[in-house]
C-alpha cells in the first residue's frame, strides 16, 4: 500500500494489524482519484472507517486543503498517525464511532466537499446505516460529492431524500457508488 500521486508520492504505509481493516487496493485508490481529481485539490475530504488512513492522506498529497479522518479501532489510529507523519502531512484524527461523529458534524456545521466511507465488510448492516446518515443536506458542500465502498454482493437502497446515485463503478470484489446532493446540478 503506497501513496500514489502527489507530495507524498511513492511512500510506503503501514497497515493496522490483523483483520478488522481490508485497505483499499492501489488500483481501487488510483480510479477513485482518477475519477474526482478535479475536486480533490483545496477540498476539505472526511475518511470514514479510515482504517490505515490511504484514502485521506491520498487526498491530502493530492492538495487536499484539509483531511479528517474517522475510525473506531485504537490500533487503526495509531497506524494512521504514524502513516500522516511518515508522509510528512497533517489532518485531524478522531477515534469515534462513525455515528456519534456525524452527528456532532451536523451540530457544529462541519461541512465536506468530499466524503469518503468505507464501512467493514464484514459489518452489511453498516452500508445502509452509513448511506442514510449522509443522507442529508447539512454535510455536503456544494458540488460535493460521497463515495461509499461496499462488496459487490451488496445493493444500497435508491430511496434517499437529500443525495442522488451518479454512478458506480465496480472493481473486483468491491464497488464504489458516487452520490451527489439533488439539489445540485452538475456530475462527478
Known sequence: MRIIAGKAKGRKLEAPPGIKTRPITDMIKEALFNIL????PDSIFLDLYAGSGSVGIE?????????????????????????????????????SDVFDFLKRAVRNKLTFDIIYADPPFTQSSLFERTLHSLD?????????????????????????????????????????????????????
Open 37 to 40: 481529481s478535479a475536486k480533490v
Open 59 to 95: 487526498a491530502l498529497s493530492r492538495g487536499a486543503a484539509k483531511a479528517v479522518f474517522v475510525d473506531n479501532d485504537h490500533q487503526a489510529i495509531k497506524v494512521l498517525h504514524q502513516n500522516l507523519a511518515k508522509c510528512g502531512l497533517q489532518g485531524e484524527v478522531y477515534r
Open 136 to 188: 442529508n443536506d447539512e454535510l455536503l458542500n456544494s458540488g460535493g460529492v460521497i463515495i461509499i465502498r461496499v462488496p459487490r454482493k451488496s445493493e444500497l437502497t435508491s430511496r434517499l431524500n437529500w443525495i442522488e446515485l451518479e454512478r458506480e463503478k465496480a472493481y473486483g470484489e468491491s464497488v464504489l457508488y458516487f452520490y451527489r446532493s439533488i439539489k445540485e446540478g452538475g456530475s462527478i
